[in-house]
């Protein structure tokens, strides 16, 4: 045995004489697991409070969604502002998700996209809810793509596509109310540029995250 290995079981023994000579209250116990309840750091999210965050988790926990993803849809659309309205002149879009006002009706708010923009973040969050399961229902129980998540906002009928569908060509005043999200440029908007642009955001974070407390 080398020199410096008796020395290590020498301090190793050294040592568990020493444990083994502490009471059981003195024994050092593993500081408590940090949480694992994280969200990434999308733009907006941090200046959200306690409760919002405990029930923006627990909405996607019981739904199996993805949390990160979730957050980066809402982030991309009003950047957690939950009395946002689309600017264009004609828009009704609304709210945490920018739902339009015949939708907030159809989710069940009889003033429609004006009542939403009331609502706090807290209170949209059971329509956020409702929405999302309404137009992820065609997946039939299969787990979202991170693409998913947006394509539902962008009306239920593209979930699940693939990413060379094309949801928009320059010309129509789908892609010119959206153009942004033309991520490559090419004129259409495809599945493949809605899950670019959720990747820019989510690497903007630079992968940091908020706890949930
Ligand atoms: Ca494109």
Redesign the pocket.
């Known amino acids: 045995m080398s020199n410096k290995l008796k020395e290590m079981a020498v301090k190793l023994r050294e040592m568990a004489n020493h444990l083994e000579s502490l009471t059981p209250d003195e024994i050092p116990t593993e500081p408590a697991p940090s949480t694992t309840r994280t969200i990434l750091d999308v733009k907006g999210l941090s200046k959200m409070n306690a409760s919002f965050l405990r029930n923006f988790w627990a909405m996607c926990e019981r739904n199996g969604w993805n949390v990160d993803d979730i957050a980066t849809c809402i982030s991309r659309e009003s950047g957690f502002n939950a009395s946002i309205q689309n600017p264009l002149p004609g828009q009704t879009a609304s709210g945490l998700i920018q739902m339009i006002d015949a939708t907030a009706k159809a989710m069940g708010i009889p003033g429609g996209a004006a009542e939403l923009r009331t609502m706090s973040a807290e209170a949209q969050l059971p329509f956020v809810e409702r929405y999302f399961r309404t137009a992820l229902a065609i997946l039939k129980g299969a787990r979202p793509r991170r693409v998913d998540y947006y394509l539902a906002l962008y009306g239920s009928s593209h979930v699940g596509k693939p990413f060379d569908a094309v949801l928009a060509s320059k010309g129509g005043r789908l892609y010119e109310l959206n153009s942004g999200l033309?991520?490559?440029?090419?004129?259409?908007?495809?599945v493949a540029?809605l899950d670019a642009a959720m990747a820019e955001t989510q690497r903007r974070t630079g992968g940091v995250r908020v706890p949930v407390p």
């Open positions: 033309d991520f490559d440029r090419d004129g259409k908007i495809v540029d």
